[in-house]
């Protein structure tokens, strides 16, 4: 039974730094991600990793979050260093197994964490 578990949501002041972890169980998947959800906005990819360690960031973040994995735990990471107030959102956890159009196609989602951002 697959379950995405999240942790590591919270407060922080502007230029703050937080780390995001997600535990994956009862499978391993070739494509880990996160995304995020602002109030009023569509979810939107801020990153992704393959099972092999290749990375891709959205714009916004680029140079500012750092993905990474751990695969023999199952377990992906989002560090977020230097946050601004529009990094605040729900971030999900998402894992898949193929990609279309070159970005990850979920097939399973964890509960989401929030992050407050404040100034």
């Known amino acids: 039974q697959v379950q995405l578990v999240e942790s590591g949501g919270g407060l922080v002041q502007v230029g703050g730094s937080l780390r995001l972890s997600c535990a994956a169980s009862?499978?391993?998947?070739?494509?880990m991600g996160w995304y995020r959800q602002a109030p009023g906005k569509q979810r939107e990819l801020v990153a992704h990793?393959?099972?092999?360690?290749?990375?891709n960031y959205d714009d916004s973040v680029k140079g500012r979050f750092t993905i990474s994995r751990d695969n023999a735990k199952n377990t992906v990471y989002l560090q977020m260093n230097s946050l601004k107030s529009d990094d605040t959102a729900v971030y999900y956890c998402?894992?898949?197994?193929?990609?279309?159009?070159?970005?990850?196609?979920?097939?399973?989602w964890g509960q989401g964490t929030q992050v407050t951002v404040s100034s």
């Open positions: 009862g499978s391993i998947f070739a494509i």
């Open positions: 990793i393959t099972i092999a360690g290749s990375t």
């Open positions: 998402a894992a898949a197994r193929t990609t279309y159009g070159g970005r990850p196609a979920p097939a399973y």
